[in-house]
């Protein structure tokens, strides 16, 4: 059974930085397309960055590039979402998922990832 277990969201003014850390369990940790997505109160859930766990490729939303870096530690099943330079509008509860195989295509379609944690919450502040 695929488990992801999120952490590191808080409140934090405008400007400030955070750190996410999504653990996986339960799936072989390579070669698989693990991602991070928000969703705030009335909005779609959106891709925020995506890796190819065990090889490296990222990718990014436009409107986190230069401020998001997602990261892993192989030897931790881990994946990392550091955000600096934080917005109001980056307020959102964010979520890790991944999906088996590929090399994120399509990887900001959310529909496209069958297993997700629990969500951690990320307020801005002005």
């Known amino acids: 059974q695929v488990q992801l277990v999120e952490s590191g969201g808080g409140s934090v003014q405008a400007g400030g930085s955070l750190r996410l850390s999504c653990e996986a369990s339960?799936?072989?940790?390579?070669?698989?397309?693990m991602a991070w997505f928000r969703q705030a109160p009335g909005q779609e859930r959106e891709g925020v960055a995506a890796?190819?766990?065990?090889?490296?490729?990222?990718f990014y939303a436009d409107t986190v590039k230069g401020r998001f870096t997602i990261s892993q530690d192989n030897a931790k099943n881990t994946i990392y979402l550091q955000m600096n330079s934080l917005h109001t509008e980056d307020t959102a509860m964010y979520y890790c998922?991944?999906?088996?195989?590929?090399?994120?295509?399509?990887?900001?379609?959310?529909?496209?990832?069958?297993?997700w944690g629990q969500g951690t919450q990320v307020s801005v502040s002005s």
């Open positions: 998922a991944v999906r088996r195989g590929g090399y994120c295509e399509f990887w900001d379609s959310p529909h496209l990832f069958g297993n």
């Open positions: 339960g799936i072989s940790y390579s070669g698989n397309c």
């Open positions: 890796i190819v766990s065990g090889g490296g490729s990222t």
